[in-house]
């Protein structure tokens, strides 16, 4: 069964460090998400990505954040600098194109960053 | 208000058990609905959509009052597999990005 992948499992930086997240969604998926979940706190929203371009975002994703697809395959999150609060876990999700109803995001089994 | 609310847990049943959780949901704008499911650490995985008549998946079975916006998990015969976190989780049509319940915690006691 296809599946999203994801690397690093963990990854631990210095404050104000840039990391990259990166993602490699199902293959014949069109659409991609980045999710994260802070410890012991709801799974939030951060970013869609359609077409080579972002076509919803959430609040908390700031100038510090930026997405790119630098290939067909991979997907990547970019934390420019990071801060203590970024310390989460980072889903990637994918699904199918629709617009008229809502497949299922398939997530990956998640990225958790810790910044000290 | 937050925009999903679920009853906070955690719920202890016994192995067999029938266990009930409820969500609502603010954003009249919502059409779709699902329970997913998160184990410790892990990432939230599809349980089952929501849909309007009500639907049942084995043990599983989903109820949605648009009227009311709640949204309902019953599980019946509950297995110590169960033992997890239950997401309710909301989005508007399409490719829009879920909206996720803090999550219910249930654990399965033999």
């Known amino acids: 069964e296809p599946e999203v992948t994801q690397t690093p499992s963990h990854q631990v930086t210095q404050m104000g460090q840039e990391v990259i997240l990166r993602c490699v969604p199902i293959?014949?998926?069109?659409?991609f998400y980045w999710y994260r979940q802070i410890l012991g706190q709801k799974v939030e929203f951060l970013v869609s990505?359609?077409?080579?371009?972002?076509?919803?975002k959430s609040e908390i994703f700031d100038d510090q954040f930026s997405v790119e697809r630098p290939d067909g395959s991979n997907f990547t999150l970019k934390i420019r600098s990071t801060k203590l609060e970024d310390s989460a876990m980072y889903f990637c999700?994918?699904?199918?194109?629709?617009?008229?109803?809502?497949?299922?995001?398939?997530f990956g089994p998640g990225t958790r960053l810790t910044v000290t | 208000r937050k925009e999903v609310e679920q009853d906070p847990g955690p719920f202890n049943v016994p192995e067999g058990a029938t266990v009930a959780f409820n969500c609502t949901y603010s954003?009249?704008?919502?059409?779709?609905f699902f329970w997913y499911r998160q184990d410790c650490r892990k990432e939230p995985k599809l349980l089952m959509s929501?849909?309007?008549s009500g639907n049942e998946d084995g043990r599983f079975t989903a109820q949605l009052n648009r009227a009311s916006q709640y949204i309902s998990l019953l599980i019946r015969d509950s297995k110590l597999s169960d033992s997890a976190t239950y997401l309710c989780?909301?989005?508007?049509?399409?490719?829009?990005?879920?909206?996720f319940g803090k999550g219910t915690r249930l654990s399965v006691i033999a």
């Open positions: 999700a994918s699904s199918v194109r629709s617009s008229y109803i809502s497949y299922e995001q398939y």
């Open positions: 293959s014949n998926h069109l659409y």
């Open positions: 990505f359609y077409n080579n371009e972002i076509s919803e």
């Open positions: 954003n009249s704008a919502s059409q779709s």
């Open positions: 929501v849909y309007s």
């Open positions: 989780v909301v989005n508007r049509v399409g490719n829009t990005p879920l909206v």
